[in-house]
């Protein structure tokens, strides 16, 4: 093992799985646990209550504190702070710290900074230079100070075709998702969409709700539904929609106040962008039932995928 390691390089731990190299001048105490294949760069500090996976890039210049949990494939960008006090003091030290977990895949930007009791979601990305103040969803994309979610990682957007007067577009690739094209009348007083709730929609209507004045940075759904099945439709406005049957994600845009975005039970949903004006009318097929609800996102993908 010791050839791995730099001879300048000060590894006091003997929890270092196997080809994992440590590189000039890095610190690591005595406790850390690292797994096999990680590349700890020049200039690391690791304290001694840390946890890292297997295949794990820490570069130079990043100190990784007591609390902090690296998941396996992650990678930390040169010079990212990662924090565990947000109230650092200079002597009386807390008996709790608040350490970072970052899920597996996730990638952090050089120079982010990210708050102490974050958690950055699997195959998540923070943008070099983001100043992370909250959790991070998983395969979301945050730019910024304070960071701002701005897309999805494998997540392309889905390019809405052209439609004729009710005519359904199937989503291609992500489950039973697809547009509905509903009935609008344009004349020189208006413009004016029906729906007929037995004849245009997929399901009977028992809950009618509306969504507004959601700040641009916020994200909303990030769930989902057992049984319960939805039409959204953006009447103002524009907002975009995340949907993921757990194998394939798309986004779509709803910027149509004719055109709804049908989604069926068990599929995962991410609504974000909204624009300042934006008012998003739902059609829910029953009651709300907070059982209905999932909202953690591995809990949803061990329900599609069960083996």
Not at 103 to 114: L, Q, S, Y
Not at 202 to 209: A, N, Q, Y
Not at 244 to 262: H, I
Not at 264 to 288: C, N
Request: aromatic share 8%; net charge negative; charged share 25%.
């Amino acid at each position: 093992m010791s050839e791995l390691f730099h001879p300048t390089a000060d590894v006091q731990s003997h929890q270092i799985g196997e080809n994992t190299r440590v590189w000039q001048y890095a610190i690591v105490l005595a406790g850390a646990k690292i797994g096999r294949d990680c590349n700890i760069c020049s200039g690391v500090f690791v304290e001694k209550e840390v946890r890292i996976g297997d295949r794990v890039t820490v570069k130079s210049g990043v100190q990784v504190w007591d609390g902090t949990i690296l998941e396996d494939d992650v990678f930390i960008g040169p010079n990212a702070t990662l924090t565990n006090d947000r109230f650092p003091p200079s002597e009386n030290w807390p008996q709790h710290l608040e350490g970072i977990r970052v899920e597996r895949g996730a990638t952090v930007g050089a120079n982010a900074t990210i708050l102490p009791g974050t958690i950055i979601g699997q195959n998540a990305l923070v943008g070099a230079g983001a100043v992370v103040t909250r959790d991070v969803p998983p395969k979301a994309i945050v730019v910024g100070n304070p960071a701002k979610i701005v897309g999805y990682t494998d997540t392309p957007r889905h390019v809405e075709p052209a439609l004729t007067m009710n005519q359904e577009s199937v989503a291609p690739g992500v489950k039973n998702v697809r547009w509905i094209d509903l009935k609008g009348i344009s004349n020189i007083r208006g413009e004016t969409t029906v729906a007929e709730l037995e004849q245009d929609l997929p399901f009977e209507v028992k809950r009618i709700f509306w969504v507004y004045d959601v700040p641009n940075d916020r994200v909303r759904g990030e769930h989902v539904h057992r049984e319960l099945q939805e039409v959204l439709v953006c009447v103002q406005g524009s907002v975009a929609v995340i949907a993921d049957d757990g194998e394939t994600r798309e986004e779509y845009l709803l910027d149509n106040p004719s055109r709804g975005l049908y989604l069926p039970p068990r599929v995962w949903q991410t609504r974000y962008k909204y624009s300042a004006d934006a008012v998003l009318l739902v059609l829910a097929s029953h009651p709300y039932d907070p059982d209905d609800y999932i909202r953690d996102y591995e809990a949803f993908l061990s329900m599609v995928n069960p083996d």
